[in-house]
């Protein structure tokens, strides 16, 4: 167990439809990262925040939003979704500079 | 161009055998070098991390090794339970987001 937390594990949803995927991650760590993997591209980044603030942007697509809480959980919003947003999405946390923890992913499905 | 390469993409050992997986890296600055285990529908689950050429680390039967270019993952005398993809990732800038390599699959037999 990393002590990433990532609510749902699994979201089957239809074209169009909006989602919210949730992460907590381990205790005293600022930095959250988000990953998308799916079969053909492999773990791609997606977004950082620390401590609240955007630190850093992937090729996140302009439909995907993400932010950091005060309690610093983190939601990664997918909206107009396609297709091709099917994939397993994992965030991570960390202490700054340092090894990056991941969650157990949500398993999105769109249909 | 930044860029992470793993090979081979697949390998499949008897329990026992002893083999290497390789991880070479184009990036200016490394800020390190990590190591993940990843079981199938799961998270990568963090191994190693190496910071400078000629830095090794074990752990149960596996050990991690650096070079200005590359980086191995030795796994020693293999049991079933070893069986995942095992992904190696670096640092692209002081974010610390990762380029994450497209992974070894990793097989052990009985």
């Known amino acids: 167990d990393s002590g990433v937390t990532q609510t749902p594990k699994h979201l089957i949803t239809a074209t169009g439809q909006r989602v919210t995927l949730r992460c907590s991650p381990r205790?005293?760590?600022?930095?959250v990262y988000w990953y998308q993997q799916s079969l053909d591209q492999g773990l791609q980044f997606l977004i950082q925040?620390?401590?609240?603030?955007?630190?850093a942007k992937g090729n996140i697509l302009e439909r995907f939003s993400a932010q950091q809480f005060p309690d610093l959980h983190s939601e990664l919003n997918l909206s107009s979704l396609e297709l091709g947003d099917s994939a397993l999405y994992f965030c991570?946390?960390?202490?700054?500079?340092?090894?990056?923890?991941f969650g157990p992913g949500t398993r999105l499905t769109v249909t | 161009e930044d860029q992470v390469t793993q090979s081979p993409e697949a390998l499949r050992l008897q329990e026992g055998e002893s083999s290497s997986l390789n991880c070479s890296y184009t990036?200016?600055?490394?800020?390190?070098l990590f190591w993940y285990r990843q079981d199938p529908g799961k998270g990568p689950e963090f191994l190693f991390t190496l910071y400078s050429a000629g830095e090794e680390k074990e752990k149960e039967r596996l050990k991690a090794t650096l070079t200005k270019k590359e980086s191995f993952l030795h796994i020693t005398a293999p049991k079933p339970e070893d069986s995942a993809t095992y992904l190696c990732?670096?640092?692209?800038?002081?974010?610390?987001?990762?380029?994450f390599g497209s992974g070894t699959r990793l097989l052990v037999r009985p």
């Open positions: 990732a670096v640092p692209l800038d002081t974010s610390y987001k990762l380029i």
């Open positions: 990036v200016s600055g490394l800020r390190g």
């Open positions: 925040y620390y401590n609240g603030e955007e630190r």
């Open positions: 205790s005293g760590d600022l930095s």
């Open positions: 991570a946390s960390s202490v700054a500079g340092r090894e990056q923890y």
